[in-house]
Nanobody
Framework: QVQLVESGGGLVQAGGSLRLSCAAS??????MAWFRQAPGKEREIVAA????????YYADSVKGRFTISRDNAKNTVYLQMNSLKPEDTAIYYC???????????????WGQGTQVTVSS
């Protein structure tokens, strides 16, 4: 049974940092990604990474502030979020599949989500 379990969300002040983790079990994935969804908005990709780590993708809104990484030995992907802004407030979801794509519909496997709230 495939499972993705996120952790690390919480409440932080603007300018602060958080580190999200997503532990996968049941199989390994070439592509792992982080999406987020704010109230009333569509789910959007934040960052993605391939198995080797040789290819990454970042949404323009997070470039230079967020870093995605993975530990294949632990089958875990991380999202280091620095210089957080109130507009980063959302539920953050981990997703995994075979290809690194930016559309949410391209990912078959999803975690339950973790809330990130950035206060001004």
């Amino acid at each position: 049974q495939v499972q993705l379990v996120e952790s690390g969300g919480g409440l932080v002040q603007a300018g602060g940092s958080l580190r999200l983790s997503c532990a996968a079990s049941g199989r390994t994935f070439n592509a792992m990604a982080w999406f987020r969804q704010a109230p009333g908005k569509e789910r959007e990709i934040v960052a993605a990474i391939t198995w080797s780590g040789g290819r990454t993708y970042y949404a323009d809104s997070v470039k230079g502030r967020f870093t995605i990484s993975r530990d294949n030995a632990k089958n875990t992907v991380y999202l280091q979020m620095n210089s957080l802004k109130p507009e980063d407030t959302a539920i953050y979801y981990c997703a995994a599949d075979s290809l690194l794509l930016v559309s949410a519909s391209a990912y078959k496997y999803w975690g339950q989500g973790t809330q990130v709230t950035v206060s001004s």
